[in-house]
């Protein structure tokens, strides 16, 4: 019997009881992947064996539970995946996606890594860069076409132009009005009035003002004898000066789905493409990745995309410290998606996913290793009697 074999199970217990108190240690550290250890022999021709040793430390990649936070920028995957994080010019990947927004807009993690995407309007796919919500408002956006979809009703009496004239101010002079809201390339508000006149059998006369100013373009609607819509003419554009610096207007009238029917003048949807300035208010985080400002406008716009990374072999991932991996030659190179695609599982807001520990089953391991501490121990012990023993000899 040798010492070497003893204190080679110490050393090996010692590494096994430093890996289940890393565990332990983590129980609660948001995103936490536990780590095993493998033991191997050492044997040498025809000896009896030389101990043991470490063979591996293998990390377990199983996702844990999820915790509900109801914080917008906590972030967690369920299923595949890792958030992609650029830090001191490297890349890393993490499943713990507790995030903070900087005062520049960047969505940092605790260590001030900064969370990777892609900008709005990049191709998935391209090189993913750090996410930036930007600080500037959203502009206005200037109406240029009104999705209208109604029906007319077929009873309504043809009226002659050449002997009743269009008035706006003169209900006669056409059948029915309806009006939206609008708005120039600055931003002002203003309402259009709609007008719809039967001119003859399966025909309608089209006007739009703004404000009271009549637009000079006349628009026609036809239907067929079953009521449907069969074209229009002259609806791509109705023309105005808005003045005070706005740039003149042009709005285009989509009547799709307008209907001609003996039944009462019905409004089914009526919708513009324009709004006022708006300043950021919130910021959510969807599903797919979409990172989503919601504005004083009431309006929503697609900042970013969160890229998500997938590895062959995860368990070759390299531990890089804060809860982070960097990827290796055994991992294999990063594949890079989005949410909710391919192999991706899905980005949940307002949750975290605690660490993957068992606590139960680690103390179990942290009773093992000690009770094989103490056995290496006890056999340094007898192979120290026997020893004496042998030095007492007469």
Do not use: C
């Not at 430093?18 to 240690?25: C, D, F, K, P």
């Not at 040498?44 to 999820?66: C, H, K, P, Y």
């Not at 000079?216 to 609607?221: D, F, L, R, S, Y």
């Not at 709004?275 to 910021?283: A, E, H, K, W």
């Amino acid at each position: 019997m040798s010492f070497s074999q003893s204190l080679s199970g110490l050393r090996a217990a010692a590494e096994n009881l430093s890996v289940v108190g890393n565990n332990i240690a983590n129980a609660q550290t948001v995103g936490f992947k536990s780590s095993g250890i493998q033991f191997s022999d050492v044997y040498a021709d025809s000896q009896g064996g030389l101990g043991t040793r470490v063979a591996a430390i293998v990390q377990n990649f199983n996702e844990g539970n999820l915790e509900t936070t109801n914080r917008s920028l906590d972030l967690a995957i369920t299923g595949n995946g890792f958030f992609r994080f650029s830090q001191n010019n490297e890349v890393v990947y993490s499943r713990n996606g507790q995030l903070t927004m900087t005062n520049d807009g960047y969505l940092t993690n605790a260590a001030g890594a900064r969370l990777t995407g892609y900008a709005a309007g990049a191709a998935v796919g391209s090189q993913p860069g750090d996410l930036r919500v930007p600080s500037g408002g959203l502009q206005a956006n200037q109406t240029t076409e009104i999705a209208a979809s109604l029906n007319v009703d077929a009873r309504a009496e043809n009226i002659d132009r050449g002997v009743l004239p269009f008035n706006a101010t003169d209900p006669d002079s056409y059948h029915y009005a309806n009006t939206v809201s609008v708005y120039d390339s600055l931003g002002n508000r203003s309402n259009a009035q709609m007008y719809f006149t039967k001119i003859d059998n399966n025909q309608w006369e089209v006007r739009l003002a703004r404000d009271g100013e009549l637009a000079p373009e006349v628009g026609t609607v036809n239907f067929n004898t079953n009521g449907v819509l069969n074209n229009t003419v002259g609806l791509d554009g109705f023309t105005f000066n808005p003045g005070g610096g706005a740039q003149p207007m042009s709005v285009a009238m989509d009547i799709d789905g307008t209907t001609q029917f003996a039944n009462e003048f019905e409004l089914n949807n009526l919708l513009q493409d324009g709004y006022t300035s708006g300043t950021l208010v919130r910021v959510a985080i969807e599903e797919d990745g979409s990172i989503v400002g919601t504005y004083t406008n009431e309006q929503s716009q697609v900042l970013g995309t969160v890229a998500l990374a997938s590895f062959r072999n995860m368990e070759g991932l390299r531990p890089a410290g804060d809860n982070s991996w960097a990827e290796t030659a055994d991992s294999g190179p990063a594949i890079l998606g989005i949410a909710g695609e391919a192999q991706f599982g899905n980005v949940v807001s307002g949750v975290v996913e605690q660490s993957n520990v068992d606590l139960t089953q680690e103390l179990v391991a942290l009773i093992m290793a000690q009770r094989n501490y103490q056995a290496n121990a006890q056999s340094i012990k007898t192979q120290d009697e026997v020893l004496q023993a042998t030095v007492n000899l007469r």
